[in-house]
């Protein structure tokens, strides 16, 4: 079973400094999809960032990009210039499409506070 | 359009009745997905729709859940007997379906309370 872990239950950053949350998984699939989702309090959850497994080039969303590491199986989120609306939920999810098969699996998501 | 939508947002019950969630998705989605959310977790996937067929449904879906997608937009996700356990955030996403790297995109969710 496919499983996606993310060990930083809370972190903090400054405005305007960088942050990096952590994501690893584990799956026996070569071809899959990650995704970080942003879930902001009382609010829904929006996709920040997608990446393909197959593609090796780091995906980038304005002040968003990803590390994707595919033997390490690591995929971390950097958001640099941290803004006081990033302040939020922030979830690694997996997926892998087989035709019938095409749920989300999340980790337990990581707590982010901006301060000033 | 304006997105996912569900409702209720809130719902308070007495453990044993029944409950009724709608979910109304983007328009011209064909997937339909639902997930539960407890306090401090992840979203878990509880089961998902292509047009109105279910293709595949969790093992957290005890015989007391179910939903349905009769023509193939919005969809109903029904708990009978409600038990205190099933206190949680049920979110509604909804995807085009047409390729492979496809999107979902959430709806604001379902709190249901159990007394």
């Known amino acids: 079973a496919q499983t996606v872990t993310q060990s930083q239950p809370e972190m903090s950053v400054q405005e305007a400094e960088t942050v990096t949350l952590s994501c690893t998984y584990d799956?026996?699939?070569?071809?899959?999809?990650l995704f970080w989702y942003k879930q902001p309090p009382s609010r829904q959850m929006i996709l920040v960032i997608r990446q393909e497994a197959y593609k090796q080039q780091n995906a980038t969303e304005n002040r968003f990009s990803v590390n994707f590491q595919k033997a390490a199986k690591s995929f971390s989120l950097k958001i640099s210039d941290s803004q006081l609306g990033d302040a939020a939920m922030y979830f690694c999810a997996y997926r892998v499409d087989t035709g019938t098969a095409s749920k989300l699996t999340f980790g337990t998501g990581t707590r982010l506070q901006v301060t000033l | 359009d304006t997105g996912v939508s569900q409702d209720p947002r809130h719902k308070i019950t007495k453990r044993g009745q029944n409950v009724t969630f709608r979910c109304d998705p983007i328009?011209?989605?064909?997937?339909l997905y639902w997930y539960r959310q407890t306090l401090g977790q992840g979203p878990e996937f509880l089961t998902y729709?292509?047009?109105?067929?279910?293709?595949?449904k969790s093992r957290l879906l005890s015989d007391r859940f179910s939903a349905e997608r009769p023509k193939g937009s919005f969809s109903t996700l029904e708990i009978q007997r409600t038990e205190q356990g099933d206190s949680a955030m049920y979110l509604c996403?909804?995807?085009?379906?047409?390729?492979?790297?496809?999107?979902?995109?959430f709806g604001p969710g379902t709190r249901l309370t159990v007394l």
């Open positions: 996403a909804s995807s085009l379906g047409q390729t492979s790297s496809d999107t979902q995109y």
């Open positions: 328009s011209e989605h064909n997937r």
């Open positions: 729709f292509q047009n109105e067929a279910q293709l595949e």
């Open positions: 799956t026996s699939e070569s071809d899959y999809y």
